[in-house]
C-alpha cells in the first residue's frame, strides 16, 4: 500500500479558492468512492470534513466541496479564511478493509 | 457524538512492545463490539503524515496494514468499551503520536486527541 500522492503545499489569499489533488491508483481512490479528507491543525487530532468523494458531514461548511475523476480525488476550498491554514489529508478504502492515507497538504492563507 | 481517548506509556525501549489503550464514551454505544461501528490506530510519526495501523470490527474480525502485520494486534474488551493496540518489536521508526478512531461509514469520524510514543532506550 504506497501512500496517495498529494502536493506538499497550496497557497491563497482570503477569499480565494484552492484546489489540492489526491492520486492514487485503480486498486484505491479508481475502484472505490469511499475517498475522505481531514482537516488537521497543528498539535490538533484530524477531523473529517468529506467523506464518499463529495458528501460534507454536518457542520461542515459548504466552503469545502471534494470530487474525483479516475485515479485522482480533489479538495477544493473556496472564500479561503484563515482557520482554514492546516494540513490536508485524502484518504482512500484500499480493498480488504483496509485504507491508504494521502501524503498531506499544508495549506497557507496568505 | 462519541469521545474517544488513548492512554498508555509515552516512552517505550527498542524491541519491546508498545501498548495503547483507547476507552470510548457516549451515550450512542454500549460497545465496542457492535455492528454500527469500527475502530481504528492511525500514526503519526513527528512531522510526517498518517498512517493507517489497523481496524476491529463486529465479531472481532482485525485487519492490518500489511507493512505492519506480522508486528500488530487490535483487541477489544467490549464490556468496558475500551480497544486496544499492541506492537512488538518496535524501533525508532515506531515513535509516533498514535490516534485511535470510530467510524460509523467508510471513513473515520471520531478521532482521540493522540498520546506520543517515543522508542528510545
Known amino acids: 500500500q504506497s501512500a496517495l500522492t498529494q502536493p506538499p503545499s497550496a497557497s491563497g489569499s482570503p477569499g480565494q479558492s484552492v484546489t489540492i489533488s489526491c492520486a492514487g491508483t485503480s486498486s484505491d481512490v479508481g475502484a472505490y468512492d469511499y475517498v475522505s479528507w481531514y482537516q488537521q491543525h497543528p498539535g490538533k487530532a484530524p477531523k473529517l470534513i468529506i467523506y464518499e468523494v463529495n458528501q460534507r458531514p454536518s457542520g461542515v461548511p459548504d466552503r469545502f466541496s471534494g470530487s474525483k475523476s479516475g485515479d485522482t480525488a480533489s479538495l477544493t476550498v473556496s472564500g479561503l479564511q484563515a482557520e482554514d491554514e492546516a494540513a490536508y489529508y485524502c484518504?482512500?478504502?484500499?480493498?480488504?478493509?483496509?485504507?491508504?492515507f494521502g501524503t498531506g497538504t499544508k495549506v497557507a492563507v496568505l | 457524538q462519541l469521545q474517544l481517548q488513548e492512554s498508555g506509556p509515552g516512552l517505550v525501549k527498542p524491541s519491546e512492545t508498545l501498548s495503547l489503550t483507547c476507552t470510548v464514551s457516549g451515550d450512542s454505544i454500549s460497545s465496542v463490539n457492535t455492528v454500527t461501528h469500527y475502530w481504528a490506530w492511525i500514526r503519526q510519526p513527528p512531522g510526517k503524515g498518517l498512517e493507517w495501523v489497523g481496524s476491529?470490527?463486529?465479531?472481532?474480525?482485525?485487519y492490518y496494514n500489511s507493512s505492519l502485520k506480522s508486528r500488530v494486534t487490535i483487541s477489544v474488551d467490549a464490556s468496558e468499551k475500551q480497544f486496544y493496540l499492541r506492537l512488538d518489536s518496535v524501533t525508532a521508526a515506531d515513535t509516533a503520536v498514535y490516534f485511535c478512531?470510530?467510524?460509523?461509514?467508510?471513513?473515520?469520524?471520531?478521532w482521540g486527541p493522540g498520546t506520543l510514543v517515543t522508542v528510545s532506550s
Open positions: 478512531a470510530g467510524s460509523d461509514g467508510v471513513e473515520f469520524d471520531f
Open positions: 476491529f470490527y463486529y465479531g472481532g474480525s482485525t
Open positions: 484518504c482512500s478504502y484500499a480493498g480488504r478493509n483496509s485504507f491508504v
